[in-house]
């Protein structure tokens, strides 16, 4: 594992059996267990069959409720097209690059967010764990994906910053997913380069992790805590070596 940025070494709470990114099977007396949660609204998830998934090569693993919200950039064009038609495709899109290209299972996060503000389920059963309280094994950061969720964001953010409406539709997904998980935002949301090196969510997003943390603590009701202006980021991590590329998403002990 890299050395983890001061911010997120703060946040960062090791959940017991997620010990170096394994992964915690669930039985079901686990996938029964009351969760403490406010009951706060739910974004509208477009299911895979809305966006006509392709069949994954094998089914998603339930396991544990993850105790780290994953940032990325999905090192993909900036796009205009801001419809629900595009975003369908993107989903596609990426699901292809990951099967066909990476070879993975299926697509490897758990939540696609187009530029446009739609939000997608990624990997098969992802909504259905969460209903569950658990989370699926995903291919999305790198020998963490045992207690991970990642959540992919259409575009590349080195420079430039996501849309009003993708900003909107990630600080409403993730009050809900912290919210699910009983999740305190502050030391929850991470960014992907906090656990590898790679530029993923890029300079530009990860400088804004504080203000995203406030406005999903603010969406809770949680009281805000005093956070830096940005994060400290660091010069001369590897950037996107081709389109769809945010860095390690799948450790050696790790599948795809």
């Known amino acids: 594992m890299s050395e983890l940025s001061p911010l997120a070494r703060r946040a960062f709470l090791t959940r017991a059996g997620a010990v170096a990114g394994g992964a915690v099977l669930l039985g079901t007396a686990d996938l029964a267990r009351p969760r403490a949660a406010r009951g706060l609204a739910a974004p509208r998830v477009y299911t895979r069959a809305e966006w006509s998934a392709r069949p994954p090569s094998s089914t998603a693993q339930i396991i544990a409720a993850p105790d780290h919200l994953v940032v990325h950039h999905m090192a993909f064009p900036n796009s205009t097209d801001y419809s629900l038609a595009h975003a369908f495709q993107l989903s596609r899109d990426c699901q292809d690059l990951h099967m066909d290209t990476n070879g993975w299972a299926d697509t490897g996060q758990q939540l696609t967010i187009s530029r446009g503000g739609h939000v ?75 656990y590898v090196a790679t530029q993923c969510p890029g300079d530009a997003l990860y400088a804004e992790l504080p203000r995203l943390r406030n406005e999903v603590g603010a969406a809770l009701g949680a009281v805000l805590t005093t956070e830096s202006p940005a994060p400290f980021v660091r010069s001369g991590l590897p950037g996107p070596r081709r389109r769809g ?11 795809g």
């Open 245 to 255: 590329d945010h860095g390690p998403a799948v450790g050696p002990d790790e599948r």
């Open 120 to 194: 997608m389920e990624g990997r098969n059963r992802s909504l259905e764990a969460v209903g569950q309280g658990a989370n699926v094994m995903g291919a999305q950061t790198a020998n963490h994906n045992g207690h991970t969720l990642g959540i992919e964001n259409e575009g590349t953010y080195i420079t430039a910053l996501p849309t009003a409406a993708l900003w909107t539709s990630l600080v409403q997904t993730l009050a809900w997913l912290c919210d699910v998980y009983g999740l305190d935002p502050h030391a929850a949301i991470v960014g992907h380069r906090d």
